[in-house]
């Protein structure tokens, strides 16, 4: 089956704008989590979602946010992009149930200007 | 707050030979993961370690668990140049319900 796919895989962005990333689990997955991998601080997780709930949270400000639809795509929403938001964003798809295995999605490469 | 530590972060090493990568963390958790991510590529999952003393092994790599000791290792026996990339552990927090990942560890694996 298709695997979890991430549009667009590239974005330039300039200081200020906002973004949305696109994530589309694997068929049959209702939980989505997003991560963000930069170099200087690694892979940081940003939320996760299971049937369109907000379910946890990373430690991120309020200018990252995100949604799920019935179909369990999920978009991200980064406002006021600063020039620190240039990062790998990674989505993960899983069953979400407990001891579930996590599929990753090829990422989408945001570069902030 | 959860704390994952893997060591070393930087791994080289000759084919044929064997190695440990180690991943501590720092409260308690009732799973792990492991992955594998090539340069400029996602992250792959390897294995997912869910209870005291859990063992999985897929090829040349072996990962298991020790949740007294908060501790998984990954071992690799007779390293060949394909296994060279970097590999993460991944501890979830069962409260918080979110993952943390250790700092990665890159692995060279030189003919």
């Known amino acids: 089956k298709a695997g979890v796919t991430q549009t667009p895989r590239y974005l330039i962005k300039t200081r200020g704008q906002q973004v949305t990333l696109s994530c589309s689990p694997i068929s049959g997955h209702r939980s989505v989590s997003w991560y963000q991998q930069t170099p200087g601080q690694g892979l940081q997780f940003l939320f996760e979602y299971f049937s369109e709930t907000q379910r946890n949270k990373g430690n991120f400000p309020g200018r990252f946010s995100g949604r799920q639809f019935s179909n369990s795509r999920s978009e991200m929403n980064v406002s006021t992009l600063e020039l620190g938001d240039s990062a790998l964003y990674l989505c993960?798809?899983?069953?979400?149930?407990?001891?579930?295995?996590?599929?990753f999605g090829p990422g989408t490469r945001l570069t902030v200007t | 707050e959860l704390k994952v530590e893997q060591n070393p972060l930087f791994l080289s090493m000759q084919e044929g030979k064997n190695y440990t990568i180690y991943c501590n963390y720092s409260t308690t958790s009732d799973r792990l993961y492991w992955y594998r991510q090539d340069p400029g590529k996602s992250l792959e999952s390897l294995f997912v370690?869910?209870?005291?003393?859990a063992v999985k092994q897929e090829g040349r790599l072996m990962a298991s668990l020790d949740t007294k000791a908060r501790l998984s290792t990954l071992h690799i026996t007779a390293a060949v140049h394909d296994l060279s990339a970097t590999y993460f552990c991944a501890v979830v927090n069962t409260n918080a319900g979110k993952s943390t990942f250790g700092d990665g560890t890159t692995l060279t694996v030189k003919p």
């Open positions: 370690l869910l209870s005291n003393g």
């Open positions: 993960a798809s899983s069953l979400g149930t407990p001891g579930y295995e996590q599929y």
